[in-house]
């Protein structure tokens, strides 16, 4: 009966591990499945709509073949078209068949060249989420969501690859492949051990086997030993032949099966934790259903404002203006454009007026918004340095073609704090600049903060700025007397006289709200120092090297006047609040030295 069940053991073993083999050979079906884009006319751009990629489930990946570079990004889809619409391109979208289909889509502009297309490159451009560039052959792995679009180009001139292919991953897991093999591996160890345990029994139902030794030659007599002593050794030598034996087919047996089970990966077996979601935290704000998606992302906003301390890297190493102002503009480029000047002349001037991003983002505010001009601002701090202060800047994307650039760059003091504002994902509103809202609409802040320079105790400001903005105001208005100190020490009180004044500047404010009700106001204030002779004999000696740099000249009849640019970030507080004016952060640079004719 033992042999019975050996069989059937057996048997049943081979079926399971056949069956468990199968399903990870001839069972398994393809891995991926494929989509291949046909373009018809050739243009300098490709655009997929993101139901193309989302036509399956699971990872997208992209496929494009063409000589040369190849360049692929993807952007929301309203922000991609208005990119594209001063060119034509071939757009690729999915029909109600679920099938892909290609349109030539038109340019809805003139382009600025009048030529058919733009030639635009689109590498580099601040608009796109992410970008991948390659030669010849690009693979590309992403997850696009809904209202989401793909480029695909090479440099804007040349016509775009048109060998693309896209592919989603199949559902190859065999959960029951590892538990077959393993069950089909315990039954041919039991086969096993039913089958020796089936022999032994038979051979003990036979019983001993004894055979007399053959007649000795009579001329080797030899002693002989007793009959019990030869019948016991005989039966230990079977025993120890059919031991090992017994073992020799047992154990590759098992060797098999347990090589089986081990190459088996986890999709050969159950995933019971599956099921079970993982909890996650719930955002404590929540975005209304009218609202605009941000301008940029998180991710985006690392990249523009990593390239954008890059580039001025390479510009104040240079001295480039032309490339500063690519990411550069109003006050934050008129300080630079500047000490570049005075440093191509002045030997050992020194990089301290020099201010770019501190490296990482720690707080990215961007303005949610579907049109332009868009604005972001950023906190940046240096991970490598703890006493390189924070740096605040606002950066504004003039159009779709166009890159962020710096309007407003300000140290941020350790005695600052920044207000509650909302997170990256939801982007925050702009404040007009006429807005009643706030205690003080910011068109009104630059020219707040210079009268309280100015006239200080006498200001209609006082008791509205906050400590850190009444120091900033004190350490000016002590440079000014320590000027004018100077002048009367040198003798030239008699006959110079020293005129200073605060203004705003001509730079639009930029503001954009808090969670409080209030807002973040970046502005810019000019303050001027004018020196002018009392006598009409007199003549004006101009000292410092920076000065006579700018102006060319050692004297002047008439006097000189400086001037110096400041930037200033506020927390302006709601209307009706109790709160006072914060300052966040400020900078100032030498804008210019001009002799008065």
Not at 118 to 139: E, H, I, N
Not at 364 to 376: F, G, K, N
Not at 452 to 459: I, L, N, Q, R
Not at 584 to 590: I, S, V
Request: aromatic share 6%; charged share 20%.
């Amino acid at each position: 009966m033992r042999f019975v069940w050996a069989v059937v053991a057996f048997v049943l073993a081979t079926v399971l591990i056949g069956l468990g083999i199968a399903q990870r050979t001839v069972f398994m079906g393809p891995s991926e499945q494929r989509m291949t884009l046909t373009i018809d006319d050739s243009s300098p751009y490709v655009m997929v709509d993101a139901d193309v990629l989302r036509a399956h489930p699971g990872l997208q990946t992209l496929m494009v073949r063409d000589k040369g570079d190849i360049f692929v990004a993807y952007a929301r889809t309203e922000d991609m078209t208005a990119w594209l619409s001063d060119t034509a391109y071939d757009h690729v979208s999915l029909t109600k068949s679920h099938k892909p289909k290609t349109e030539l889509v038109e340019a809805k502009q003139q382009p600025a060249d009048g030529g058919e297309t733009s030639g635009r490159s689109p590498v580099g451009s601040d608009l796109w989420l992410d970008s991948f560039a390659d030669k010849d052959a690009l693979v590309a792995e992403m997850q696009l969501t809904k209202g989401n679009s793909v480029l695909i180009a090479k440099d804007g001139v040349k016509d775009a690859p048109t060998d693309i292919l896209v592919s989603w991953p199949l559902d190859t897991r065999t959960p029951w492949a590892g538990p077959l093999i393993s069950l089909g591996g315990l039954l041919l160890a039991i086969g096993i051990v039913l089958y020796i345990l089936g022999i032994r029994h038979q051979r003990r139902g036979r019983g001993p086997r004894r055979k007399g030794p053959g007649p000795l030659p009579e001329t080797q007599p030899i002693t002989m030993p007793e009959r019990a002593e030869i019948e016991q050794g005989t039966v230990e030598s079977r025993a120890a032949r059919r031991t090992p034996r017994r073992l020799a087919i047992a154990i590759p047996a098992l060797a098999v099966t347990a090589l089986l089970a081990t190459g088996c990966t986890a999709d050969s077996w159950p995933q019971f934790s599956a099921g079970t979601p993982t909890p996650t935290p719930t955002p404590t704000v929540i975005k209304p259903d009218s609202q605009n998606p941000p301008a940029i992302t998180e991710k985006q906003g690392q990249r523009i404002v990593g390239d954008i301390a890059k580039t001025l890297a390479k510009a104040d190493t240079d001295l480039d203006a032309t490339l500063a102002e690519t990411r550069l503009t109003g006050a934050a480029l008129a300080g630079r454009q500047t000490e570049y000047a005075l440093r191509s002349k002045i030997a050992d001037r020194k990089a301290t007026a020099l201010l770019s991003p501190a490296g990482a983002v720690k707080i990215l505010l961007p303005e949610a918004t579907d049109s332009w001009p868009r604005t972001a601002l950023a906190l940046t701090v240096a991970e490598n340095d703890a006493k390189k202060p924070p740096v605040l800047l606002t950066m504004t994307q003039a159009d779709p073609w166009a890159n962020y650039r710096v309007t407003a760059m300000a140290d941020m003091p350790a005695s600052s704090s920044f207000p509650d504002v909302a997170p990256a994902w939801l982007g925050t509103t702009r404040v007009p600049a006429e807005s009643a809202f706030l205690s003080l609409p910011p068109s009104e802040l630059a020219g707040a903060f210079s009268n309280f320079v100015d006239a200080g105790d006498k200001s209609e400001f006082v008791g509205r700025f906050d400590e850190l903005s009444q120091k900033l105001a004190k350490a000016v208005r002590d440079s000014r007397a320590d000027i004018v100190s100077r002048a009367a020490a040198s003798g030239a009180a008699s006959t110079s006289t020293a005129v200073f004044k605060m203004v705003p500047s001509d730079n639009e404010p930029v503001s954009l709200a808090t969670l409080g009700s209030g807002a973040v106001v970046s502005v810019s204030v000019l303050d001027t120092q004018t020196i002018t002779p009392t006598n009409p004999d007199a003549v004006i000696k101009i000292t410092d090297e920076p000065s006579r740099v700018l102006t060319g000249v050692s004297e002047a009849s008439k006097g000189y006047t400086t001037t110096y640019g400041i930037q200033l970030f506020f927390v302006v507080p709601a209307q009706g609040s109790n709160e006072q004016i914060r300052l966040l952060a400020y900078h100032q640079d030498l804008l210019s030295v001009k002799v008065i004719k």
